[in-house]
């Protein structure tokens, strides 16, 4: 969608991934799109690490003046930048990563106006990052548990590509399996 | 305007918390200002020598032709907790300072520069090691110190914001990048800093007062050309390279009139800005 809005050739997400200290390319849209994601490189490098870390947006023009940006990105890309836009993307305290968007053959250089609206988009989409990993962390946890923690997490899996009346049979037969587990408190209580 | 009196003894020159009839000598004003302060008057013929700008950053190239040599560098480490201030011999790692120091370098030629390394590899983003460097960097006493780059930690705000005002009351200008996207972060937001935003125009000595707080000054920071790793230069646009801009221009009339304090230098700025003073 950053995509659409400014024109781009490409555009893409860099997540933070806080263990390792890295970046990675978690989507990419556009041109030379597939061979990049799950690529990484150490979060402070690039123009990526440079919005990382100051927490400020940035502009670059010009890239095809460096050569060794120009021939990294050619071999990813398939084609050589002339310009990108990186914003960082803040959620509350934390940088979830960076979000950029390459290019544009038509006009000059992104402006300060483009450079708010990325910004404003990368607001919307760093809310929308926070809930992804936040699933994705409770669905990890689930997986490598093993034993029960796998099986819903298997369970879980089944459930979201199931349809409708399945769905709702299951769900019926969860509801049961919850009131047998549920602590004896009522038998207690009756006494 | 007032006149300059001899400078009055040491228990003179201690904070007063109140003025007694008899001591006027204690308030008397440095600095002779004229009717109409002028671009030639804040800062014609500054080159910045003599002061000492700190480039709060991820380092600095030293020896980059665009940064030439530095007067120090270290770098802030953090370990369970505990800061600690090393020589930096590392340099600059992610390119970032030296476009910073790069900037500041072709505004005021004559200041000397120092590196403090708080961001980029090793650093965990935690805040920590920009409190330490922010911390250190104030009692160095420097002139003026760049940030071009802001923290969201909540936690540091506070801590943050009494180093910004120490460092106001103790005469070293702190000038921070603002931030263009709606975000809580700091140190810009802070009244004791020289908070800074970019404007479009490509004249480096073009800026603007913004009577629209929080931001209080609009630089150049549109197509730049800034210093890029290897020894080269590459064109760039952000708030980042806009607040380069302000401490290069502090520099210079710092440099000029040492005397100033921040209020002062900052009532200068004002009365020198293109859309007060008509960029004269």
Known sequence: ?191 | MATQEPAPDASESLPAWSLPADAGARISIGVDWPERVTREWAWGGSTGEGMRVCILDSGVEPGHPKVGDLGGAIAVRVQDGETSIDEDAEGDLCGHGTACAGIVRSLAPGCTLHSVRVLGAGFKGSGLALLGGLRWAVEQGFDVINMSLSTTKRQFAELLHELADSAYFRRTVLVASAHNMPVESYPWRFSSVISVGSHEEPDPLTFYYNPNPPVEFFARGVGVEIAWLGGGTIRSSGNSFATPHMTGICALILAKHPELTPFQLKSVLYLTANNVGGGT
């Open chain 1, 1 to 191: 969608m950053a995509r659409a809005i400014f024109g781009a050739r490409a555009s893409s997400v860099f997540l933070f991934d806080e263990e390792t200290d890295e970046l990675v390319f978690e989507a990419v849209a556009g041109e030379g799109a597939d061979e990049l994601v799950g690529r990484r490189f150490p979060s402070s490098t690039g123009v990526a690490g440079w919005v990382l870390v100051t927490r400020q947006p940035l502009v670059i023009d010009e890239l095809e003046s460096d050569p060794r940006f120009a021939r990294e990105a050619a071999e990813s890309t398939g084609f050589v930048p002339n310009g990108l836009m990186a914003v960082p993307l803040l959620h509350e305290e934390r940088a979830l990563g960076v979000l950029e968007v390459l290019d544009r053959p038509q006009q000059a250089a992104f402006t300060l106006e483009e450079m708010a609206l990325l910004g404003l988009f990368a607001n919307q989409a760093a809310i929308a990052l926070d809930l992804l990993q936040a699933a994705r962390g409770a669905r990890a946890v689930l997986e490598d548990e093993g034993g029960e923690g796998a099986a819903l997490a298997r369970f879980w899996a089944r459930l979201e590509d199931s349809p409708p009346e399945r769905r709702v049979a299951a769900q019926r037969l969860l509801e049961a399996v919850e009131t047998l587990l549920a602590p004896a408190r009522l038998e207690d209580d009756s006494l």
